[in-house]
Nanobody, 133 residues
Framework: QVQLVESGGGSVQAGGSLRLSCTAS????????MGWFRQAPGKDREVVAA???????NTADSVKGRFTISKDNAKNTLFLQMNSLKPEDTAMYYC???????????????????????????WGQGTQVTVSS
């Protein structure tokens, strides 16, 4: 079984920082594409950042320069460092592992998969991030 648990969310003022963590069991990060996603009320879930098995990373334009995705393979832990937070970053944040085949670990492809191949994702329960102005 694949299980992911997020932590580190909370309420911060605009301009502040948070560091999200995602611990996993049932697979190893070194062998999977991993991603951070977010969903605000009334909006579609969107890809925030992704990291491939080889360590290469991609971030969405909306968070580029502010958010950094990383992982510790030895500890099977995924991180999202969020700096210069804005009110529009307020959302439920989820980590997910790609357990299917044929999905490129890139923002565009993973966005497509949210609509057409959601079965490839294994989701954590989410952690709330609220940014006040």
């Amino acid at each position: 079984q694949v299980q992911l648990v997020e932590s580190g969310g909370g309420s911060v003022q605009a301009g502040g920082s948070l560091r999200l963590s995602c611990t996993a069991s049932g697979f190893t990060y070194s062998s999977n594409c991993m991603g951070w996603f977010r969903q605000a009320p009334g909006k579609d879930r969107e890809v925030v950042a992704a990291i491939d098995s080889d360590g290469s990373t991609n971030t969405a334009d909306s968070v580029k320069g502010r958010f950094t995705i990383s992982k510790d393979n030895a500890k099977n832990t995924l991180f999202l460092q969020m700096n210069s937070l804005k009110p529009e970053d307020t959302a439920m944040y989820y980590c997910a592992a790609v357990v299917g085949e044929g999905l490129r670990c890139a923002i565009e492809t993973m966005t497509f998969a949210l609509q057409y191949r959601d079965d490839v994702y294994r989701w954590g329960q989410g952690t709330q991030v609220t940014v006040s102005s």
